[in-house]
């Protein structure tokens, strides 16, 4: 941790990298002026001090372009789109029914439930659901492809000028703390 | 309430505030004071940690008193209330969650500027977060100084203004002291406490008849002498057009606004991965549904065992139903039972809203310090470490959110609540989901988005019947109300969204193709994550 930190902080703080300055190693968006762990002021890196043949913006079009990143994303997108659409549809029909459509709310269902109790306690039953779902989808049709890339994107960028940081957060702080089934592939 | 209550109440209280302090202590004792420390805790909790942490951020005694009042006193309507907050969570874990815990470092101006001019985007981003987390912040202020008159019985003016104080003053030091670290670990012990409390009373009356469901609907809407009317919506926002519009419009800020809270966004940068953070936000889920689950228990037991008259005798707005129906569950006024009863929940709240201040504190710390400070301060002027004028700025929104408390304690502010979840859906979301998934948004977009939303959200409310021209106005003696509804969202956030759209379409700059591909490759698969 601590090493990682005073590696955090040892960035250059002048935009020296010219009007197109990464803002993810910009100084402003790192911690400026961090007086942690080493004490010592953020010494200035030369950016010009390695070669740059590939940038990390060209890294990342690369990657974005490439199928297992389409494939990832896709993933996602087919999953996240229709359940947005279909919870928040849903919800906003629930609301807009209650305030609107008392009748139909009242009906009764069985004993004291009506169609609103029904309806109400089939909110929290579809989130829960969904919860479910998309926690699963994600672990067993994302989770992989998404770390492989971001293993191969990490070594991409390696030796990348600008890339210190980069290189010095490769491995999450998780990494470090081993706790359940979190440990070890995260 | 007699001597006894208040007493054990103020015993336990004290605990809290005890323990509480021990664990800011305990976790500061060897701190190094970096900005990874103090905003994030180092980014090493579980996800079992976070969730609760998360549950115990969001769950303000709004909901643990005012929903089950709610409920005693309308019925079916405080339901229709509690439904928002939950499923505003679904667009936690499906949009935000992961991508900004990939992408960000410490709030959510660092998601938009990874991608667009850093200065402009930081100081929009930076003003509407601490926008929402002071309106916030005032609501629980107010509210833990009439809740403490309310429960201890102390109904004089200066004890509530201590309580507001003493409030203010244990969240600077917590936050200050502690940061995120000790703020999570308070986050916790309030969770446990508050799901402890909150099944036993559901077990207790649920218990009273025999487990049957059916049983305690009928005696609630028989009490409470609106009959079946008691379960269907209606009774608090229905009637007028303008009331049912209200609702709705309350409804898409609950929902919307959730995923664009400062303080809940802070939470997900807590934890080391994205994954994480998406199996924090599933234990969170978890958590808060059964807790409206059993407040929806709560309130119809208050109503049934209570009755709506005792509980509106008690307070005009229902919030000490769950303490009155607590003193009824344990045996009444007189026994013992009554009394620890009364206490255990008078504290449960007292730890809700320190817990929930703190968090609210702490991201707005934040915001001004890597935000606001960072790119408003002279370039030429002296250093300071990040962290130090996070500490001040934690001060500083302490002793606004005390002196804006202490002004509006009189006033009826429950619709900040409403106002701050506006705010966010109107001003936060847009801007964080246009910066998530939209290829050409520009950094015209970005600010254009913001203010947007902001401003209109803001304006719409000064012009709404809370601020002027009714009887419960803020201010009832003069007339400015040019806007209907009380709650702006249905208005505000899709201004929010179209205001996004046209400075983005209206910009001279290109949007930056590589920039775009950064952000996508690195939400999605956490590439260079810190």
């Not at chain 2, 803020?474 to 806007?483: A, H, I, M, N, T």
């Given at each position: 941790?601590?090493?990682?930190?005073?590696?955090?902080?040892?960035?250059?703080?002048t935009?020296d990298?010219?009007?197109?300055g990464?803002?993810?190693y910009?100084?402003?968006a790192?911690?400026?002026?961090e007086?942690d762990g080493?004490?010592?002021?953020?010494?200035a890196?030369?950016?010009?001090?390695v070669p740059?043949?590939?940038?990390a913006?060209?890294?990342?079009?690369?990657?974005?372009?490439?199928?297992?990143?389409?494939?990832?994303?896709?993933r996602?997108?087919r999953f996240v789109?229709?359940a947005?659409?279909i919870f928040?549809?849903?919800?906003?029909a629930?609301?807009?029914?209650?305030t609107s459509a008392p009748?139909?709310?009242?009906?009764?269902?069985?004993g004291?439930?009506n169609?609103?109790?029904?309806?109400?306690?089939?909110?929290?039953?579809s989130t829960f659901?969904?919860t479910?779902?998309y926690?699963?989808?994600?672990?067993?049709?994302?989770?992989?492809p998404a770390?492989e890339?971001?293993w191969?994107t990490?070594?991409?960028t390696r030796?990348?000028?600008?890339?210190?940081r980069?290189?010095?957060s490769?491995?999450?702080?998780g990494?470090?703390?081993?706790r359940?089934?979190?440990?070890?592939?995260? | 309430?007699t001597?006894t209550h208040?007493?054990?109440?103020?015993v336990?209280?004290?605990?809290?505030?005890?323990?509480?302090?021990?664990?800011?202590?305990?976790?500061?004792?060897?701190?190094?004071?970096?900005?990874?420390e103090?905003y994030?805790?180092g980014r090493?909790?579980?996800?079992?940690e976070n969730?609760f942490?998360?549950?115990g951020?969001?769950?303000?005694a709004a909901?643990f008193?005012?929903?089950?009042g709610?409920?005693?006193l309308f019925?079916?309507?405080?339901?229709l209330?509690?439904?928002?907050?939950?499923?505003?969570w679904?667009?936690?874990?499906?949009?935000v969650?992961e991508?900004?815990r990939?992408?960000?470092?410490?709030?959510?101006a660092?998601v938009?500027?990874?991608?667009?001019?850093?200065?402009?985007?930081?100081?929009?981003a930076?003003?509407s977060?601490?926008t929402v987390?002071?309106?916030?912040?005032?609501?629980q202020?107010?509210?833990?100084?009439s809740l403490v008159?309310l429960?201890l019985?102390?109904?004089s003016?200066?004890?509530q203004a201590?309580?507001v104080?003493?409030?203010?003053?244990?969240?600077?030091i917590?936050?200050?002291?502690?940061g995120?670290r000790?703020?999570?670990w308070?986050?916790?012990?309030k969770?446990v406490l508050?799901?402890?409390g909150?099944?036993?009373?559901?077990v207790?009356?649920?218990?009273?008849f025999?487990g049957?469901f059916?049983?305690?609907l009928?005696?609630?809407a028989?009490?409470?002498g609106?009959?079946?009317?008691?379960?269907v919506?209606?009774?608090?926002y229905g009637?007028?057009?303008?009331?049912?519009?209200?609702f709705i419009?309350?409804?898409?800020?609950?929902v919307?606004?959730?995923a664009g809270?400062p303080h809940?966004?802070?939470r997900f940068?807590?934890?080391?991965?994205a994954r994480?953070?998406?199996?924090?936000?599933v234990?969170s889920?978890?958590?808060i549904?059964s807790?409206y689950?059993?407040t929806i228990?709560?309130?119809?037991?208050?109503a049934?065992?209570?009755g709506p008259?005792?509980?509106?005798?008690s307070?005009?707005a229902g919030?000490?139903?769950?303490p009155?129906?607590?003193?009824d569950?344990?045996?009444g006024a007189?026994s013992?039972g009554?009394?620890?009863?009364?206490a255990?929940?008078?504290a449960v709240?007292?730890?809700?809203i320190?817990?929930v201040?703190?968090g609210?504190?702490?991201?707005s710390?934040?915001?001004?310090a890597?935000d606001?400070y960072?790119?408003l301060?002279?370039?030429?002027?002296?250093q300071r470490?990040?962290?130090a004028?996070?500490r001040?700025?934690?001060a500083?929104?302490g002793v606004?959110?005390i002196?804006?408390?202490?002004l509006a304690?009189?006033?009826n502010?429950?619709?900040?609540v409403?106002l701050a979840?506006?705010?966010?859906?109107?001003?936060n979301?847009p801007?964080?989901?246009?910066?998530?998934?939209?290829?050409?948004f520009?950094?015209?977009g970005a600010?254009?988005?913001?203010y947007?939303g902001l401003?209109p959200?803001?304006?719409l409310v000064?012009l709404?019947?809370?601020v002027?021209g009714s009887p419960?106005s803020?201010?009832?003696?003069?007339?400015?109300?040019?806007?209907p509804l009380?709650?702006?969202?249905l208005?505000s956030i899709p201004l929010g969204?179209l205001a996004?759209w046209?400075g983005?379409v209206?910009s001279p700059?290109p949007?930056d193709e590589?920039?775009h591909?950064?952000t996508?490759?690195r939400?999605l698969?956490?590439a260079g994550a810190?």
């Open positions: 941790m601590e090493k990682h930190d005073g590696r955090e902080t040892a960035q250059p703080r935009g990298r010219g009007g197109a990464d803002p993810w910009d100084a402003l790192s911690g400026w002026g007086l080493t004490g010592a002021p953020a010494p890196v030369p950016a010009q001090s740059r043949e590939r940038s913006a060209g890294v990342y079009l690369e990657v974005q372009r490439s199928a297992a990143f389409q494939e990832v994303r896709g996602y997108r789109v229709p947005v659409a928040f549809a849903w919800y906003v629930y609301v807009v029914a209650a009748d139909l709310m009242a009906r009764q269902v069985a004291s439930v169609v609103a109790m029904v309806a109400g306690l089939g909110q929290f039953a659901l969904l479910w779902l926690a699963r989808h994600a672990r067993l049709r994302r989770d992989r770390l890339l971001r191969d990490q070594e991409m030796g990348i000028a600008d890339s210190t980069m290189n010095g490769a491995r999450p702080h990494a470090g703390r081993v359940g089934s979190e440990g070890g592939q995260w | 309430m001597g208040q007493t054990l109440a103020l336990l209280f004290s605990a809290f505030v005890a323990v509480t302090l021990g664990i800011t202590t305990w976790v500061s004792r060897n701190r190094h004071g970096s900005a990874e103090f994030a805790g090493l909790f579980s996800p079992m969730g942490a998360i549950a951020d969001y769950m303000s909901s008193l005012g929903i089950s709610l409920i005693a019925g079916y309507d405080g339901l209330y509690s439904v928002g907050f939950l499923v505003a679904l667009v936690v874990l499906f949009l969650a991508l900004v990939n992408c960000g470092r410490f709030t959510l660092d938009v500027a990874a991608r667009m001019r850093e200065r402009p985007v930081r100081i929009a930076g003003t977060s601490v987390s002071v309106l916030y912040l005032v609501a202020m107010v509210g833990a100084g008159a429960l019985g102390g109904t003016g200066a004890a201590w309580t104080v003493g409030v203010g003053a244990l969240m600077v917590y936050v200050s002291m502690g995120m000790a703020t999570t308070i986050q916790i012990v969770a508050l799901m402890g909150t099944i036993a009373l559901t207790l009356v649920l218990a009273h025999h049957d059916n049983q305690l009928r005696t609630a028989a009490r409470s609106h009959g079946s009317d008691f379960l919506p209606g009774l608090k009637g007028s057009w303008t009331a049912r519009f209200d419009s309350l409804g898409l800020a609950l919307l606004g959730t809270l809940i966004l802070s940068y807590t934890v080391p991965t994480a953070a998406r199996r924090s936000v234990w889920i978890g958590l549904g807790f689950l059993m228990v709560l309130g119809f037991g208050a049934a065992l209570v008259d005792a509980v509106r005798g307070n005009a919030n000490t139903a769950v009155l129906l607590a003193l569950l344990g045996g007189d013992t009554g009394t620890v009863l009364f255990i929940v008078a709240a007292f730890a809700t320190l817990a201040v703190a609210i504190t702490l991201a710390s934040a915001s001004v890597h606001l960072a790119s301060r002279r370039p030429g002027g002296k470490s990040e962290v004028v996070a001040v700025a934690a500083g929104i606004l959110a002196g804006l408390g202490l304690r009189d006033l502010v429950a619709f900040l409403g979840f506006a705010v966010a859906a109107s001003a979301l801007v964080l989901l246009y910066s998530l998934f939209w290829r050409n520009t950094t015209r600010v254009w988005s913001v947007g401003l959200a803001l304006a000064v709404s019947p809370v002027s419960t803020l201010f009832p003696g003069v007339d400015f109300q040019y806007f009380e709650n702006p969202g208005v969204f996004g046209l983005t209206t700059e949007p590589a920039k591909a950064e996508e490759v939400a698969t956490g810190v």
